[in-house]
């Protein structure tokens, strides 16, 4: 992930922002909140959501150690949250004000190119996971999303990976039915690939994941 603040020094960065914790499960603001900062991750991982019309709730992304999330909120015309931000785990961020970020801006114009890359980056992934969402199997949109886990909690050639999450969140992720999950996962465990046990997924390295859509 592009990383927004690769230009500006650390001390500048931290002189304008503040440091926030959060517990896990915790919610760092809900969608159509007031938009008055930014978050750049420095501890954890948290999760995006977002409300279906069907009032199923679905994660549209996850942010890991030096990403940031609230971004569309303090550069667009209308600075409301577009999504709910939960923390998946103990998790720390550096906040930045709206109003400090513009200054940033000004006087750093790396970050307004970096700004630009990672919101194309954004856009491919989503362009990726219609694309997924129309022509892949839930079954298979739930292995592919169960790798991309893989790589976020470790190296899966490497050895077992632990994923520290329950099932209704793969759902989320991969935009399908906790019941699709389980058959598909439980699937996978027959096969001996993953193993299964209360909140949390263990992935080996004899997992193969189907190949996922791209546009």
């Known amino acids: ?3 927004v603040f690769a230009a500006v020094p650390e001390q500048e960065l931290r002189a304008v922002g503040r440091r926030r914790t959060f517990d896990r499960g915790e919610v760092v603001f809900h969608r159509d909140d007031p938009g008055d900062s930014l978050h ?8 995006a959501r977002i409300m279906t019309p069907l009032g199923d709730t679905a ?13 569309l909120a303090v550069i667009g015309a209308a600075p409301r949250r577009t999504a ?5 785990e103990p998790a720390e961020t550096l906040a930045i004000p709206a109003s400090a970020f513009n200054r940033l801006r000004a006087t750093h114009p790396e970050i ?3 700004v630009e890359q990672l919101l194309v980056a954004q856009l491919a992934e989503t362009s990726n996971r219609l ?18 886990l893989a790589r976020v909690y470790g190296d899966p050639a490497a050895g077992d990976v632990v994923i520290p999450l329950n099932q209704e969140h793969l759902a989320g992720l991969a935009g399908t039915t906790r019941e ?5 996962l439980k699937q ?9 046990a209360r909140n949390r997924i263990v992935v080996t390295p004899r997992f193969s994941p189907p190949r996922r859509a791209t546009t």
């Open 59 to 71: 994660t549209v992304s996850l942010h890991l150690p030096g990403d940031v999330f609230g971004l």
């Open 40 to 47: 750049r991750v420095e501890r954890g991982r948290f999760a």
């Open 112 to 114: 307004r190119d970096a």
């Open 1 to 3: 992930m592009t990383d």
């Open 188 to 196: 996978e465990e027959e096969r001996g690939t993953i193993e299964l």
């Open 84 to 88: 709910t931000i939960v923390a998946l």
């Open 131 to 148: 694309v997924e969402a129309l022509y892949l199997p839930a079954a298979s949109r739930v292995l592919v999303r169960l790798a991309d």
């Open 180 to 184: 699709t999950v389980n058959r598909a």
